[in-house]
């Protein structure tokens, strides 16, 4: 089989269940180049967890999901293990995956840089200008109106050029330019496969080249992209002609309201069982009676003409129950596709290169820390946050002591590096904070980095403040307790990079756990600080040495050495977790 002939998106029997209940049940679907399937359903139906499960950001229970471009017996596990599926991806959420103290500009540049996008600031210009936000891009996205910030987020979308878009509620908050700007940029990208949601059901049919009706995690009903392999039409004028020749926009539209209803009314009689399977479905005979027989009948007939208008046979209307006719329908429909697939790729002439391989690690790192630096020069949160709080508790500790002290230079030590550590907690937890802000984190793991780059642009990110915070606090705690160590002014500083490397490499890694949690102000301390327990040890020792009156350099090797393996183990740590981390 050709490079063109696979699908770009597999799914088969996705289900996910939560507390016991089916939020996915047994979804499948296939999506080609230049398709546009629109996912309609009423809250709650599951819409935006499938689109998680799509795009990898959340792993299914059961089921198997493949993307293009990989061997038919690849089945999808870890979103981390498909980087080369990812360049081709664009998601667009219910969170905007924007930071707020960057710019518009600085937050493009930063996601095509990401991406490696050749003629980045080119296609900036040509996009905002589209989207009308040419004035405001040089704004912090903060002061952006939250129509402004979705028309950027669709920027961001579309700047890496995707050939899968996953697009959860996209006209949300647009006007309507705005949502003919979305429609203009779907036309442009008509090779690209689309999968869309949208709760205006007849904008949503009329874009659409086919559809499916989701309720409780569950397919109720579903169509066959249906236009001409001949055709010549743009893929929303072909989506138009689809939609119409089974229904227009409004008839969809009262199909729609009567499908969801019926299931709403059988799930009341049930109890409202979210896990009955059973109720939600039409693949077998619907077991009401009374004023639902009508319903019954009208539904059995309209399969019945569908799978007559699909096979060109009129199947048996007694012999054949519901259930079969659904059957022989998605048979039919299977072999449709197959039909249609080799011709609709030929027809299209669509020469969809093979993607990218994983950017260059030390180039992802480069644009990720760059963009923590952009960051926290905007804000100064970080930074500004810690050296107040170190510098108040040093002041606050020489007060308790006289200077000249003779057991000043003995208690040094540890005062000096508790009031580095806890300092530092503040660094730790606020510099991933930062990122789950409007879920950028999201966004940044759905590009073509391993998770492994991600952990370690952020262990050099707060290395570097780390660093900054020594630089600073150092000489003034020497100032306030008079004990600056002369004998070994060039031991110190390499202790201090140690021990920060050591104290950095721990507290990312339990700084990225406890992000994900609702008290992560509280649970980083309670984790990070009995794993520090001998690197703090070696530290206080180490640097106990400099203010004996002659320097044990044995002793000093030996503790340094110490610190440098407790380094090692905690480096080779975070490569090993970093792929299950950050996980939803």
Not at 239 to 251: H, I, K, R, T, Y
Not at 429 to 436: K, Q
Request: proline share 3%; net charge negative; hydrophobic share 40%.
């Amino acid at each position: 089989m050709g490079l063109s002939e696979k699908t770009l998106i597999s799914a088969e029997n996705l289900s996910l269940t939560r507390s016991g209940f089916k939020i996915i049940d047994e979804v499948s679907l296939e999506l080609y180049a230049g398709d546009r399937l629109a996912l309609f359903g009423p809250n709650g139906a599951g819409k935006t967890t499938l689109f998680r499960l799509l795009a990898g950001l959340q792993e299914a229970d059961r089921g198997t999901l493949k993307y293009g471009y990989q061997d038919d017996d690849d089945s999808f596990k870890k979103s981390s293990d498909k980087p080369r599926f990812k360049p081709r991806l664009g998601f667009l959420g219910h969170d905007i995956y924007l930071y707020n103290d960057l710019t518009g500009r600085e937050n493009l540049n930063f996601f095509g840089e990401l991406y490696d996008i050749t003629g980045l600031q080119s296609r900036i210009e040509k996009l905002t200008e589209r989207a009308g936000l040419s004035l405001e891009l040089d704004e912090k996205v903060r002061t952006y109106s939250r129509g402004m910030q979705q028309k950027l987020a669709i920027c961001r979308c579309f700047l890496i050029k995707p050939e899968v878009l996953l697009l959860d509620e996209p006209f949300t908050g647009l006007d309507s330019q705005a949502s003919k700007f979305l429609i203009e940029l779907l036309d442009d990208n008509s090779s690209a496969a689309v999968i869309f949601s949208s709760h205006d059901i007849e904008l949503g049919y009329q874009l659409a080249s086919s559809w499916i009706i989701l309720c409780r995690g569950r397919i109720l009903d579903r169509s066959q992209q249906t236009s001409s392999p001949d055709s010549q039409d743009s893929p929303g004028e072909r989506a138009e002609g689809n939609s119409q020749n089974n229904w227009g926009s409004q008839e969809f539209s009262r199909h729609y309201q009567e499908l969801t209803g019926q299931t709403a009314a059988r799930l009341q009689l049930d109890g409202n069982d979210r896990s009955s399977t059973e109720s939600l479905g039409f693949d077998e005979e619907q077991k009401n009676t009374g004023k639902n027989s009508d319903a019954e009948k009208s539904n059995r007939n309209e399969r019945i003409e569908r799978l007559e208008s699909k096979t060109g046979q009129k199947p048996d209307e007694k012999s054949c129950s519901t259930d079969e006719i659904t059957n022989t329908q998605k048979k039919a429909e299977r072999d449709q596709k197959k039909n249609l697939k080799a011709k609709r790729y030929q027809k299209n002439n669509l020469e969809i290169s093979r993607p990218r391989s994983r950017m260059k690690f030390t180039r992802a790192l480069l644009v990720l820390v760059k963009k923590d630096l952009r960051l926290e020069f905007n804000t100064g949160q970080l930074s500004g946050t810690v050296l107040l709080f170190a510098l108040i508790g040093g002041t606050i500790f020489s007060m308790s002591f006289l200077p000249g002290q003779e057991n000043i230079q003995a208690l040094f030590p540890g005062i000096y590096w508790f009031t580095q550590i806890f300092a530092a907690l503040l660094i730790l937890n606020r510099s991933f904070l930062r990122d789950t802000e409007n879920s950028c984190q999201e966004a940044i793991l759905l590009a073509p980095i391993s998770r492994e780059t991600f952990l370690t642009a952020r262990i050099i990110f707060n290395y570097l403040i780390f660093l900054f915070l020594a630089i600073i606090i150092s000489p003034v705690l020497f100032i306030l307790f008079e004990a600056f160590p002369f004998s070994a002014v060039h031991w110190f500083p390499v202790l201090v990079l140690l021990v920060n490397l050591g104290l950095v490499a721990n507290g990312s890694l339990l700084a990225a756990l406890a992000t994900s949690t609702r008290f992560s102000d509280l649970l980083l301390p309670v984790l990070l600080l009995p794993v520090l327990i001998p690197l703090i040890l070696a530290a206080v020792e180490g640097a106990r040495l400099f203010y004996y009156p002659e320097m044990d350099l044995a002793s000093l090797y030996f503790w340094l050495v110490f610190i440098i393996l407790y380094d090692a183990v905690c480096l080779l740590v975070n490569f090993i977790l970093a792929p299950y981390l950050l996980k939803d």
